[in-house]
């Protein structure tokens, strides 16, 4: 693998759910900027993998879910510690101390679906533009059960038809439809695998395509701020949709994509290009 195909695998961050299909209250969460390739090693198909999944008796582990776009590495550690360790961390930990008064929200899967939507509603990483993927057809009716009721309005549903508005992306085509009563464990496995790929490389071919976009322009862009129209020497933003020359001084474009009901110095999660208005995602932006 080149140099240039690793730096766009380094760009990616996820945190996955794995359950086992052997044993159903049996879970593990970790962090990988290849989900494939470490699905792999959990399973024992090549080396490597986590001591507590290389159980026998535990394995095939399925990925339920995986939730990216994190802006950084560390911020993604910092939230798989986070969803690991829900009795203790400082974002659930309150809450997980009234579930531990009832067994039914206290195990396996449901605690950790439970833990994962207090996370993406805590203040700390709510202004992250996280996306929440669904392999798995069980695990998606336990979200939907459970995401419905007090959650913020960016994660509800749109009409269950699969789609989950910002927080959730649960698409028809990512969607395990194997019947898990009812299919041997190998089929359930190799599907699940097949999923997640499709998944992951439509997502390391759309920053290929936008590194290279922004590459090209480096040779090709006029060295002006379409703000304030002087020569850019320092930090700049550029736009980064095909066709669309927009680049200026970081501190011009800055005061105008901060949030306008708050006093936050962080900027909008999205904002429209001020030459082809097309959306900018800012997170996107900084992996680029």
Same mark, same amino acid.
């Given at each position: 693998? $080149?140099?240039?195909?690793?730096?766009?695998?380094? $760009?990616?961050? @996820?945190?996955?759910?794995?359950?086992?299909?052997?044993?159903?209250?049996?879970?593990?969460?970790?962090?990988?900027?290849? #989900?494939?390739?470490?699905?792999?090693?959990?399973?024992?198909? &090549? =080396?490597?993998?986590?001591?507590?999944?290389?159980?026998?008796?535990?394995? %095939?582990?399925?990925?339920?879910?995986?939730?990216?776009?994190? %802006?950084?590495?560390?911020?993604?550690?910092?939230?798989?510690?986070? +969803?690991?360790?829900?009795? !203790?961390?400082?974002?659930?930990? &309150?809450?997980? !101390?009234? +579930?531990?008064?009832?067994? =039914?929200?206290?195990?396996?899967?449901?605690?950790?679906?439970?833990?994962?939507?207090?996370?993406?509603?805590?203040?700390?990483?709510?202004?992250?533009?996280?996306?929440?993927?669904?392999?798995?057809?069980?695990?998606?009716?336990?979200?939907?059960?459970?995401?419905? !009721?007090?959650?913020?309005?960016?994660?509800?549903?749109?009409?269950?038809?699969?789609?989950?508005?910002?927080?959730?992306?649960?698409?028809?085509?990512?969607?395990?439809?194997?019947?898990?009563?009812?299919?041997?464990? =190998?089929?359930?496995?190799?599907?699940?695998?097949?999923?997640?790929?499709?998944?992951?490389?439509?997502?390391?071919?759309?920053?290929?395509?936008?590194?290279?976009?922004?590459?090209?322009?480096?040779?090709?862009?006029?060295?002006?701020?379409?703000?304030? $129209?002087?020569? &850019?020497?320092?930090?700049?933003?550029? @736009?980064?949709?095909?066709? @669309?020359?927009?680049?200026?001084?970081?501190?011009?474009?800055? %005061?105008? &994509?901060? #949030?306008?009901? /708050?006093? =936050?110095?962080? %900027?909008?999660?999205?904002?429209? @290009?001020? *030459?082809? /208005? *097309?959306?900018?995602?800012?997170?996107?932006?900084?992996?680029?």
């Amino acid at each position: 693998m $080149s140099s240039k195909e690793n730096d766009h695998i380094e $760009s990616f961050y @996820c945190v996955y759910l794995l359950n086992s299909l052997q044993k159903k209250n049996s879970t593990y969460i970790g962090s990988s900027n290849d #989900p494939v390739r470490r699905l792999r090693q959990h399973n024992g198909v &090549i =080396s490597g993998g986590a001591y507590r999944t290389k159980k026998v008796a535990n394995r %095939p582990w399925e990925m339920c879910l995986f939730v990216h776009g994190f %802006p950084t590495k560390s911020m993604a550690l910092k939230f798989e510690h986070a +969803w690991q360790h829900c009795y !203790q961390s400082r974002f659930t930990k &309150i809450k997980h !101390q009234e +579930w531990a008064m009832k067994k =039914s929200n206290n195990r396996g899967l449901l605690l950790k679906i439970n833990t994962l939507k207090l996370l993406l509603n805590n203040e700390h990483f709510a202004h992250f533009d996280l996306e929440v993927v669904v392999f798995d057809t069980q695990g998606l009716n336990k979200i939907q059960n459970i995401w419905c !009721q007090e959650v913020k309005s960016k994660f509800k549903f749109d009409d269950f038809n699969f789609v989950y508005k910002k927080g959730l992306n649960v698409q028809e085509n990512y969607l395990a439809k194997v019947d898990h009563l009812n299919s041997d464990l =190998s089929k359930i496995t190799e599907e699940n695998l097949a999923l997640v790929k499709n998944f992951y490389d439509t997502k390391i071919a759309e920053l290929k395509f936008l590194r290279e976009s922004m590459a090209k322009k480096q040779v090709d862009d006029i060295n002006e701020c379409f703000i304030c $129209s002087k020569n &850019i020497n320092n930090i700049s933003i550029k @736009c980064y949709h095909e066709n @669309c020359h927009f680049k200026s001084h970081f501190s011009c474009i800055y %005061p105008k &994509i901060l #949030p306008e009901e /708050n006093d =936050s110095l962080v %900027p909008k999660t999205t904002f429209k @290009c001020f *030459n082809c /208005n *097309n959306e900018i995602n800012w997170f996107t932006l900084q992996k680029l």
